[in-house]
């Protein structure tokens, strides 16, 4: 369904272009008749259909139950590419050919960063205004204060488990990182097969070893860096598969390839469905592992180079609707962006499971975001994506 990736640290120019195109926003400045994006600037007023829209985006994202309607009620044909993995989503972005995308945190720096994406005129997307509250103006969707998306949806990685192989019922991550209590499972843990996994780690590391001074997962100094991926070296050999698809994982549970491992609600909820016996991180400790969990949230952007921009806003208002999103929550397995969605969805539980209208539990979620060499505090000591993407290639062997 998914994978992802990230960028380089942003020049100083698109610092002072995103800053110049905030004021002029604020001043009530632009043009009103320009109907076209690029060159860094938002769109000012809402145009007329141009009969197609270019989309590229995770894979149940963009479905007939809701583009059918939608050509109807707009006259833009939908033209979808599925794509596995974020670095595969700013490569087909790079190409010009796609109006916009459905970005995770660890790709939407990235498309900032080389100008591949615009910054997005809120006030255009109804919809927006009822977004849940914790979901804007974020460090993945809004750069020096300029929003450069429409959130979409978001999910936290769980920890699951087969009951009748892992006892006592684990409540930390101790129980796939920490090298003896792992050894146990040895072949059938099951971890997420991407760079920003590296992310995990150290989520574990920041409560396990505080005297590395690890704040964000996301910005780590070269001590901090080689700290989570020796923890993941250790964790290799007892790595049965690495996943990148739900359906694999679902498949390695299902048959007992795979015991313990991390996961997202969906796999656990499918596996459920099939009458399948697992378990998943703590409910008593609101299904996070005590250390907190990594996961994404999912953002529309709009392509710099889109050749149907006012479609593209058409959509982004669409799919953020409160009857739409709550389609598309559910049939991805995510909470839904849209807090009016809940009062939508056909399993009038699924906001409660997944944990759509409580704060409390995302504040104890780190959000995928693109690794930087710049730390967040003036210096830029971190670590950026490429040195993930090597370091990632290295632990698996």
């Not at 963009?62 to 590419?81: M, R, S």
């Not at 190409?95 to 615009?118: E, K």
Request: with cysteine; aromatic share 12%.
């Amino acid at each position: 369904m998914r994978g992802k990736s990230a960028h380089p640290a942003r020049t100083a120019w698109l610092v002072v272009a995103g800053l110049v195109v905030f004021m002029l926003v604020l001043a009530g400045c632009g043009s009103s008749s320009d109907d076209s994006t690029g060159g860094g600037e938002e769109l000012q007023k809402l145009g007329k259909s141009e009969g197609e829209i270019d989309l590229v985006a995770w894979a149940g994202y963009v479905e007939p139950a809701w583009t059918k309607p939608f050509e109807q009620k707009t006259g833009c044909k939908v033209n979808a590419k599925v794509a596995g993995t974020s670095d595969e989503m700013v490569s087909l972005m790079r190409t010009g050919q796609y109006d916009g995308v459905s970005a995770s945190g660890n790709a939407s720096a990235r498309l900032v960063d080389g100008g591949d994406v615009d910054p997005v005129n809120v006030a255009l997307v109804p919809n927006y205004e009822t977004i849940f509250a914790d979901l804007k103006d974020q460090p993945y969707n809004t750069f020096d204060g300029v929003h450069y998306g429409i959130p979409h949806g978001r999910g936290a990685n769980l920890l699951m488990w087969n009951p009748d192989e892992v006892s006592p019922a684990p409540t930390s991550w101790d129980v796939i990182l920490d090298p003896e209590k792992a050894s146990k499972y040895k072949g059938k843990i099951s971890a997420y097969d991407d760079p920003i996994y590296i992310a995990d780690a150290a989520v574990y590391l920041k409560a396990h070893e505080p005297d590395l001074g690890i704040e964000n997962p996301y910005e780590l100094n070269e001590e901090q860096f080689n700290a989570a991926i020796d923890l993941l070296k250790e964790q290799q050999p007892n790595v049965g598969e690495y996943w990148s698809e739900a359906a694999k994982q679902i498949s390695a549970f299902a048959n007992g390839d795979s015991t313990v491992g991390t996961t997202w609600q969906y796999q656990y909820f499918a596996l459920g469905e099939e009458g399948k016996k697992v378990e998943a991180s703590p409910a008593s400790q609101g299904f996070l592992p005590e250390e907190g969990a990594t996961g994404w949230s999912d953002t529309w952007m709009i392509s710099s180079q889109a050749k149907h921009p006012n479609c593209m806003y058409m959509w982004m208002d669409w799919i953020v609707s409160p009857k739409v999103n709550a389609e598309v929550a559910e049939f991805f397995g995510e909470a839904p962006a849209q807090s009016l969605a809940c009062d939508k969805t056909a399993d009038k539980e699924f906001c409660a499971k997944y944990h759509a209208e409580e704060p409390e539990f995302w504040k104890r979620v780190y959000y995928w975001e693109t690794p930087l060499a710049d730390c967040g505090d003036g210096s830029e000591d971190c670590k950026d994506y490429n040195d993930w993407v090597q370091a990632w290639t290295a632990i698996k062997g």
